[in-house]
């Protein structure tokens, strides 16, 4: 087991022409009791999925300011991600049968990981359930371990959440990305919204040749309405909800489709899904389904930035990364009210809320009628990004917690 | 230039929100909130999200407000609620109680919205608060105008609407110092009327900072004829 090496790094320097040089002198200062003192990050997955993404930015820029980090990812079989996969629907919500030999699996693959992970940093934050188990290894009271759930834990599977709180209760605190989320716990809860990197290729400006190119290469007409989904090809993120939706607003406006997304390592369902969403679509010509590899940041970001209007129709959301990234990209969004995404879209302020598929289609036809409001909110929605969910913000969230745990004001 | 003795101490400012214990999904249940909650609690919720939404300067004003609003659709209350200014209060107890009397005399009022529930429920947060000194401080008006442009939105929020509960008085630290360390009494009250709700953290600062670049040409000399 070996710290992930990280693709690239940006200075914090250059985060002053985004969010302005007072908040980059800010970083510092909040940074300078914290100096030299050592992090741990443990994840399941080095590449695809937000929360890969968010440490691949979050680790270099806490290094820049000092701290000893490093970011190491859970290792598994097959059969260690199918059981994950399985908790990660149940605790969503989605039925499940308790199985004796997936509880069996996932403790085997921790006692593995314990055997290889150095869990010695002062500061341990674990993110999600797959290495939640890993507090195991704690053995003085002197560090602080932070278990960070990305997931909508609102109406988790009792028989999943039981077993899994069993090592979540032995954490100094727990982070959420929205109060819906927290649980009946005997250790403090904290709210702590996942970010976008304004810089990075899925976020940064491009050059509108590079866009024309891509609109090109998927066959997408620029001179007609672009309804854009990015998500992976999952199930709770309602692909097909998206079409029926789609096919509502087509009897009004002449319209295209475009479901983008690929498939995260640790997400065995996304073929099937992506099959159940070509067979929605039907060959309909306006309806570009596109399977990206690892996410093609630089073609997310084109797609994003040609949309009339972003779409985020998921049943069930941690937060969704994605509608921070329209919504920079000052585009109106239509999204579910679920999970994170109400903190994100503040309805008719920052974007619309819907509750259905013929909600959603309400929504988008409303915006294509109103270009002028649709204008509004996209630029209402790129301040609440600048504002609360940026890298910046969230390496502030982090920095603020270590020191507040290590002072024992972190309540 | 005039040179104040106590000088201003410009501070960094970090907030952690902690996920308290209550939520409300009826209007009673928030009632039941209001009445219970910490004092962090509703200074997040009303304090805090002003600046946490300093951009939206329409028809946004507090957390409560927009809930009201939004998930409880009850648009009279949140007329109400949103019609609270935090500038007319030096202490949470204060807003809490008045809070509180808003959705007491609705309730009264209309008993019928007392327990329908609302379509997400109101889950009540805190604000933790971490501050350190900037290292930055300010002993004349040229120096206070180049910390103010330096400050963080969170610090500048800190200084300038949040202050008002820690000073207990209508004032915020700014004007607090020009009216008492300079003698800049003018200067102060037009500062102190800059208003939050309909200005942007970055335009209120904005004008923050040219009235006191117009208070530093009253005292520039005047050219040699």
Known sequence: MSPVQLASRTPLSDYAAVIGAGEIEELRTLAKPLAGRTVEMVNSTAVGGGVAEMLNRLVPLSEELGLNIRWEVMTGGEDF??????????????????????????????????KRIPLDAEFVEIHDPQPAGLIESRTDGKSHWIWRCHIDLSHPNRAVWDFLETYVAKYNGALFSSPEFARQLPIPQYLLYPSIDPLAEKNQELDPAFIAD???RYKIDPSRPILTQI????????????????????????????LAGGSASDDPEGVVVLREVKAAADNDPDIKVLELPAWAPLEVNAL??????????????????????????????????????PTQVIHKHTGLLAHSVEGTAYQIRFLLSHPEIAARLGEQGHQHVKENFLITQNLKSYLTLFLMLSQGTAG | MQVAETPFEFSTVANLTRIGNFSAGTLAELLNGLQHCSDASIFHHTFQTLGSHHFLTEGFSNDFAQWALVDANRDALAEQLAALDIRDYTSIAALRDDLCRVVRDYLLQHPEFAKQETLERFYFCESLQVTLPFGVRAQTLDEFHDGVARLSHAAFHFHFIASRLRLQLRTNDFSHWLANALGLKTLADYINRIDIYTNTLDS?????????????????????C
Not at chain 1, 321 to 338: D, G, H, M
């Open chain 1, 81 to 114: 991600f199918e059981v994950t996969k399985a908790f990660h629907n149940a605790l969503h919500g989605e039925p499940y049968h308790p199985d004796p030999k997936h509880f069996e699996i996932y403790r085997a693959y921790t006692e593995q990981n314990l």
């Open chain 1, 231 to 258: 998500s992976r090809f999952d199930r709770l993120k309602d692909p097909v909800g998206v079409i029926r939706a789609y096919r509502i607003v087509r009897r009004y406006f002449d319209c295209q489709l475009v």
């Open chain 1, 214 to 216: 891509v609109l090109e």
């Open chain 2, 204 to 224: 209120a600062r904005e004008k923050v900072l040219r009235l006191v670049e117009r208070e530093r040409r009253k005292h520039e000399p005047s050219p040699a």
């Open chain 1, 304 to 341: 994003q930035r040609a949309s009339t209007i972003v779409i985020q129709k998921s049943l069930r959301e941690g937060f969704g990364l994605t509608v921070s990234e329209a919504l920079w990209k000052k585009k109106p969004v239509v999204a579910s009210a679920v999970g994170g995404i």
